[in-house]
């Protein structure tokens, strides 16, 4: 079945490094990619999202590219802030038969703290 | 235009009894769908809804039921709590039943069973 793994937390970084959180999936056909986020006390928001191989999506600084060659949708920026301190979901939804399935599969979610 | 709203925010129950969680959204999206987060494993799906009407089993649907009878209104029902429904339940709706398109969620409803 599909599944999502992404990198365990928790992360600590300085403000101003660089991030990565890796997330690699299993799906078959062609599944969409997505990182949302958790701010603390909320629900949460989707942050990029890629639909197809090669696609990125980008948004706030964040960036991640759809690779089907290593089945990976890692999360990347170049200067963390400490307005970042999130804890961050790697999700897909699967395609089924040229449809989609319709529900998403999280990741367990990777915390990330920044300091400053 | 308020999005995705829930309540209660907090909730404390007792073993075996009763209780609804709602969920509302005034975007008119046709689909819903119920979560719950626990420390290390992610978010669970519990039941979802393509359309007023229509309902169907997620991930972890034991011990909870759905209807739902308008667009606007998913409200999840848990029949006789357990202190392993002790969670935090997230509600989240999207424009597209593909799912491909944004979700949009509540800010959640936290949930203790003693």
């Known amino acids: 079945g599909n599944s999502v793994t992404q990198m365990e937390g928790p992360v600590t970084l300085s403000e101003e490094a660089f991030l990565t959180i890796n997330c690699t999936y299993t799906a078959t056909g062609y599944p969409s990619l997505f990182w949302y986020v958790q701010y603390p006390g909320e629900g949460l928001q989707l942050l990029l999202k890629?639909?197809?191989?090669?696609d990125k999506g980008s948004n706030k600084g964040f960036e991640a590219t759809y690779r089907k060659e290593t089945t990976s949708f890692h999360l990347e920026k170049g200067s963390v802030q400490v307005s970042d301190s999130a804890v961050y979901f790697c999700?897909?939804?699967?395609?089924?038969?040229?449809?989609?399935?319709?529900?998403?599969?999280f990741g367990k979610g990777t915390k990330l703290s920044v300091k400053p | 235009n308020a999005g995705v709203t829930q309540t209660p925010k907090f909730q404390v129950l007792k073993t075996g009894q009763s209780m609804t969680l709602q969920c509302a959204q005034d975007?008119?999206?046709?689909?819903m769908s119920w979560y719950r987060q626990d420390p290390g494993m992610g978010l669970r799906l519990i039941h979802y809804s393509v359309g007023a009407g229509i309902t169907d089993q997620g991930e972890v649907p034991n011990g909870y039921n759905v209807s739902r009878s308008t667009t606007e209104d998913f409200p999840l029902r848990l029949l006789s709590a357990a202190p392993s429904q002790t969670s935090v339940y997230f509600c989240a709706t999207g424009r597209e039943t593909s799912g491909r398109s944004e979700q949009y969620f509540g800010p959640g409803t936290r949930l203790t069973v003693t």
């Open positions: 999700a897909l939804v699967g395609v089924f038969n040229g449809g989609s399935q319709g529900n998403l599969i």
């Open positions: 975007m008119n999206h046709e689909y």
């Open positions: 890629a639909t197809k191989a090669d």
